[in-house]
């Protein structure tokens, strides 16, 4: 079946700081994939997919980089600001989209 | 812009009650859809129509019964809570049909507990 992994539950940075969420994912028949954030007690808002098609997709201070040989999607943030903090989840799309249990990032002042 | 609205925000029920978790969007999408979300397992569908008139289940569909009542509302029922069904309920919408291909946009949830 699908799964999709995070490789680690937390993240710590420093403000400023650029993060890097990484993310494994099972199915190499996926065509879309997509990165939410979740902050506490809301429902998870979209921050940027990428169509297996491209290799990196830039949003406003995001950046998503798909690698299909190995099956890896990560998530950048440049200069990583406290209302960053939150849960991400990565997802990929099949008959449904499968979500990641989600990683959580926090951010030092 | 009010996007996807579910109510109520907070329940709290008694083993056996029943209860209908309600949703709407406003964006002309076709397909919604319900998540359930547990610590430590992610979010997991539960039912999801794909165009008003259809409902298929998702991964954990037992216990739960819906109704795609229009384009815009689709509604969650618990016939007989049990405690495990204690979670956070998310409703989503997105606008193509069929398999979930693009962005969902999601609700602020419904806190559950079964007592």
Redesign the interface.
Known sequence: GESVGLHLPTLSVQEGDNSIINCAYSNSASDYFIWYKQESGKGPQFIIDIRSNMDKRQGQRVTVLLNKTVKHLSLQIAATQPGDSAVYFCAQSGYKLTFGKGITLSVRP | NAG?TQTPKFQVLKTGQSMTLQCAQDMNHNSM?WYRQDP??????IY?SASEGTTDK?EVPNGYNVSRLNKREFSLRLESAAPSQTSVY?C?SSYTEG???????????TQLSVL
């Open positions: 996807v859809y430590g397992m992610g979010l997991r569908l999801y998702g998310f989503a398999p979930a291909n693009e962005k969902l946009f999601f609700g602020s949830g």
